[in-house]
């Protein structure tokens, strides 16, 4: 019986709803690993990147195993003559030659004109190879072409990090921004609470005579301009949590507006960014590195153009079986070898391709080094400003908090009768802006750092 009652109350407290835990604040972290993998404009730099990846596959079939099938016999007429040849190529990797094997059956009689047409009763099997000397040795248009759809795609890949470095500066800007607006609501809305318990003081204090009348009046004025300040805050706040869905996202990429209860208490902090020695080694600028390459690769074809070209072949070829009708000639093993040799004469089209690729290399590497010196400059610049930010932010807090202990003290005068309403009022107010001067230069602070990060493309700090 006791085991039953003990079931029953067990199943019982398993039924009563369990209360909702408290919200924990709304991290930068989730925001970055959030931004990172369902961010539109990353999503669709992916696209691109899949877009130059499957042009490189695409470029890569110029090397393709064929497989070719010729079949033909004679319908009508004096000869009766029927052949199929098949044959495999493929293009060399390294060489603009190729390798091929094939295997030829005939039947019946050819015209003399077409004595190469027979074979032994089984065929005639042959391997072969192409070989480029001079011409398309080094390179060769298919090389090439491959060569520039491998780098398009590094490309794709530098500038979808390009992509995802401005998304995640810009979610760390929204983050802190939203961050701020909460911490300077939180700020109005203690100043609004001071005057809301003062008036409750002040009406007894008017009740019993110790007060005038007129200070409940100047009172509710400080309320309704406070009020005033705490609804701005509000709608702040409101547009920057706005702001942040776009950075901010389920699993399924929808945009999440974080609720106001999800607040951090204090301002988030980024890692000590420093900026590593030697050159910055941007994506942008490897971006300019992997143009160049594409540049001398075109031009080292155009110089390819130039030269003669001198091709060497090697052929085997055995006919197999029976003898056929084109008699025992056919039988013994061949070996051929041959070369063929061609001079370009004008090379107008050549030569002006040189000169253009060497045009956009020089404006390439100009251009490289001018980014390099702008971000060794950007990154200076930042670096100086967090140091003032620093230093601006370190005041700033030891203001607010001397200004925050000269208003507790102006209350407890107050509180004796020893201070006015009007000098209360402006301690408080004194204070609250000393509080929101060092919150802003804390906010200046950060901002400066996350620039940092995003000159330096620090992948830990920006959450990639």
Known sequence: MMRRLL???VAALAALPVPAAAQS?????????AS??????IIEALAKQRQAEGKALSVEGAFDVVFDVDAQTRALGYYDGTSVDAKVSRPLDNNGGGLYAGYRVSRGKFPVYEDKAYTNQLGEFKVGAIFSLLRDRVTDERRTKLRLADQDVDVARLEREMVAIGVQRRAMSAYQAWAVAGLRL???RDLLALSEKRRSQLARQVQLGARPQILIIENDQNLARRRSLVAQAEQKLAETANALSFFWRDENGVPLVPAAARLPASLPELPNVAPRAGPILRPDLKTVLVRIDQSLARLQLAENDLRPRLDARAELAKDVGALGPGGPSRTPAEAIVGVRFTVPLERR????????SRAEIESLRTRHRILEEQIAIEVKGITIGIEGADRVADLATQEAYLAGKMATAEQRRFDMGASDFFLINQREESATDARLRALDARYQALVARADLAAATADRDALGL
Not at 27 to 33: A, G, M, Q
Not at 36 to 41: G, R
Not at 349 to 356: H, N, P, Q, T, V
Request: glycine fraction near 4%; include cysteine.
């Open 7 to 9: 079931a029953l109350c």
């Open 25 to 33: 604040p709304l991290t930068l972290d989730e925001v970055l690993r």
């Open 36 to 41: 990172a993998k369902n961010a539109p404009q």
């Open 186 to 188: 939180k700020a109005y």
């Open 349 to 356: 089209a050549a030569r002006g391709r040189i000169a253009e």
